[in-house]
């Protein structure tokens, strides 16, 4: 596949035989299952469930529909449905189908879709017909207006002019095995320069990421998953996830938000025992847990990731749920950190743990004093190149073919690692990725702002919100006016800027560039 970065053969062929990579495709995992015990439960979802064999056999009858449209093997599909049991459906539709699913995110809007449709040349979009207020009809005829390429767009719900999602379907039909070396799907970044950038994931590395997963968390088939944060995020979709869980036979709940008014009711009534959370959620979830009268006690392992656990807040949790707490430090790109179930409380409370497979190589680099500096990584199942950007490539990796990833990082003596800040230009906003430069490309668009520079600020919910400064000609605009401006170029609502300071002049470096360390520590003095 042409922009695809794959591994140097040497490293391939020694993954093949240690073991790691043993040719297993994504859209198999729930087969074992299927075939033997097929009327357990998968898949529950706020409307139905779907038992395996149901998910088994509407999978395949959704790859030979999709390939009935002409949809191919090696197609890309911009993928942007809620947590809803078709996502996992059709997921599995395009894996066994070849064809390749690009998960977007719910909150994505115009400028972000015809971009990700754009760079992976897409040739289908997957939409809800509306979701939390929202009309993803006009959005899809915006992006097709935009990127012709798109020739379906696929509905779940009324479709207007388009194809039905639930009419997507034929009899199933014997389809060519996919590659394992190939690209089963790509995976949004961060980004830290202008947009996001598409991480290619193989069959061979994200199976070998989703078994190692469910076997570090000892999920099996009486598991029963909860998924909050959006499926479509590397975290709940494959770190172990809902494949993890459905590899190993267990049951995966979809809920549509994490608020426990919503969540604890299910949690008790599915029995739930695993969930993966962002630390605001499990702020939301310590807070709420004694104001509501649900049984939690299903409840055995905890994930948290995303952004920084604070200490405090893990014992805080550890003693409010008394199950099992996981520090999970990811990313879409690849390298995977849990703390394991059996460790002291210490290192789960004060760590983000390590890495998961043995075959993980991880450097910090240009240490300072207290050993803090920047993690490398190579391994198994962390990408070799992002998709179609060999530009940006030759800096975000070393000739050595280590991802640089922008964190700072530290090796405890027992080898765990703990997070200490980043080098990338980016904002943590609770979990969700921001590039810096992809906010200041849309401000400097408008007409008063001459000049823009996005930092974080410190936030006690969030860990971080977004701060613009802006330099301007005339009045300077409200955060209201920023906030609608840049939401009406098409740019997801959690990307809008939080706070604006206006600015005469900019700190600079001392090669005469914002100095937006400067930023950040004039919103540190004044307490923001
Ligand atoms: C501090 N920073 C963290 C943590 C991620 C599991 C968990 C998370 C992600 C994820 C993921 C952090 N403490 N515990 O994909 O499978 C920051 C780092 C990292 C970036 C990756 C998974 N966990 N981070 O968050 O691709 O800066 O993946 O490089 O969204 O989140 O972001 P993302």
């Excluded at 035989?17 to 859209?27: A, I, K, M, S």
């Excluded at 199942?381 to 964190?407: I, M, Q, S, V």
Aim: proline residues 6%; aromatic residues 8%; negative net charge.
């Amino acid at each position: 596949m042409e922009g695809f970065v794959s591994w140097p053969a040497e490293l391939a062929e020694r993954y093949r035989h240690e073991g790691y990579w043993r040719g297993e495709v994504l859209g198999d995992i729930p087969r074992r299952t299927a075939r033997g015990h097929g009327d357990r439960t998968a898949l529950v979802d706020e409307r139905r469930s779907w038992t395996y064999a149901e998910l088994d056999d509407e999978a395949d009858r959704m790859a030979a529909g999709l390939r009935q449209l002409g949809i191919q093997a090696g197609d890309r599909i911009v993928v942007q449905l809620p947590n809803v049991g078709e996502f996992v459906v059709l997921c599995l539709a395009a894996y066994r189908a070849g064809v390749i699913p690009v998960l977007a995110l719910p909150g994505h809007r115009r400028s972000e879709i015809a971009y990700l449709c754009e760079l992976s040349g897409a040739v289908g979009y997957v939409i809800p017909s509306r979701h939390g207020g929202f009309d993803f009809l006009g959005l899809a005829r915006e992006v097709v207006a935009e990127v012709p390429r798109v020739r379906h767009v696929l509905v779940l719900g009324d479709s207007g002019e388009f194809t039905a999602l639930a009419s997507v379907t034929a009899e199933p039909e014997p389809l060519p095995a996919p590659d394992p070396a190939g690209v089963a799907m790509l995976l949004l970044s961060g980004g830290t320069t202008g947009l996001p950038k598409l991480i290619p994931r193989t069959h061979d590395d994200y199976a070998y990421n989703v078994r190692a997963s469910a076997e570090l968390c000892a999920v099996d088939e009486n598991t029963s998953y909860l998924v909050v944060l959006p499926v479509s995020h590397n975290f709940a979709w494959g770190c172990p996830g809902v494949l993890g869980v459905l590899r190993s036979g267990g049951k995966v709940v979809l809920a549509g938000n994490g608020s426990p008014a919503e969540v604890f009711p299910l949690v008790q009534r599915e029995q739930v025992s695993m969930v993966a959370l962002v630390p605001p959620l499990l702020a939301l979830w310590s807070d709420a847990r004694y104001r509501f009268d649900a049984d939690l006690s299903s409840l055995r392992l905890l994930q948290v990731g995303g952004s920084k656990l604070a200490e405090p807040q893990a014992r805080e949790a550890l003693g409010t749920f008394g199950c099992t707490l996981q520090q999970v430090f990811g990313m879409a790109e690849g390298l995977l950190n849990f703390t394991h179930l059996d460790d002291p409380e210490d290192v789960v409370v004060t760590t983000q743990g390590r890495p998961l497979s043995p075959a993980d190589e991880v450097l910090v680099a240009d240490q300072d004093r207290s050993g803090r500096g920047e993690l490398l990584t190579r391994g198994p199942y962390t990408l070799r190149g992002y998709y179609r950007a060999a530009e940006h490539n030759r800096f975000a990796f070393t000739p050595e073919g280590y991802y640089r990833t922008g964190d700072l990082v530290r090796l405890t003596a027992e080898g765990n690692l703990v997070v200490e800040g980043r080098i990338k230009d980016q904002i943590n906003r609770g979990g969700e990725k921001i590039a810096a430069a992809e906010i200041e490309g849309h401000l400097a668009e408008h007409p008063s702002i001459q000049e823009a520079a996005v930092v974080g600020a410190a936030d006690p919910v969030l860990g971080e919100t977004i701060c613009a400064f802006v330099r301007v000609s005339g009045p300077a605009p409200s955060l209201a006016e920023i906030r609608r401006f840049v939401q009406a170029r098409g740019v997801a609502a959690y990307k809008a800027p939080d706070s604006v300071e206006v600015v005469d002049s900019w700190p600079l470096t001392s090669v005469g560039k914002i100095d937006k360390k400067a930023l950040a520590r004039s919103l540190a003095e004044r307490g923001r």
